[in-house]
C-alpha cells in the first residue's frame, strides 16, 4: 500500500472520536456531519453515492457548480469517487462496493463555487442497506 493510502485509512479510523456525541442522522437516513459552514449527508444505495448538502439553518444549498468527491473505504480497499452535481442538493458518484456497507468508512471533500474545499468523516457502520 502507498503511505498516503496508509495515512488516509489511519486517519478514517481514528473518525469515530469526532462522533463522540453520537451519530447525527440527516432527513434521507444517512450520517450527517458538519462540513464547514454546511451540514452535509452521506447515503450510499446500491453502488450510489449521494451527498445532501444543506445550511447551518437545514435548508438544501443549491450545488449547481459544485465539486464532490468521496474518499471510502470498504472491503479493506479505498476507492475515490467523484461526485457531481445531480438537481438540488445532491451531488452523486458510483462506487464500486460489492454489496457490503457493513464498516464503510467515508471521508467526503465539497467545493463550492469559489470557496475553499470542506471535509466531513463518516462511518457508515453496520447501515444494512
Not at 500500500?1 to 434521507?28: E, F, Q, R, Y
Not at 450510489?48 to 437545514?58: G, H, P
Request: overall charge neutral.
Amino acid at each position: 500500500m502507498k503511505l498516503s493510502t496508509l495515512i488516509l485509512a489511519a486517519a478514517l479510523l481514528a473518525a469515530p472520536a469526532a462522533l463522540a456525541d453520537g451519530p447525527k442522522v440527516g432527513p434521507n437516513g444517512g450520517p450527517r456531519a458538519d462540513a464547514g459552514p454546511y451540514h452535509v449527508e452521506v447515503v450510499l444505495k446500491g453502488n450510489d453515492v449521494v451527498l445532501y448538502v444543506t445550511d447551518a439553518a437545514d435548508k438544501p444549498v443549491d450545488v449547481a457548480g459544485a465539486k464532490g468527491e468521496a474518499t471510502i473505504l470498504a472491503n479493506r480497499q479505498t476507492q475515490k469517487v467523484a461526485l457531481e452535481p445531480a438537481g438540488g442538493n445532491t451531488l452523486k458518484g458510483q462506487a464500486n462496493l460489492g454489496g457490503a456497507h457493513d464498516s464503510v468508512k467515508v471521508v467526503t471533500a465539497l467545493t463550492m463555487p469559489g470557496q475553499k474545499p470542506v471535509q466531513a468523516r463518516f462511518d457508515m457502520g453496520h447501515s444494512g442497506h
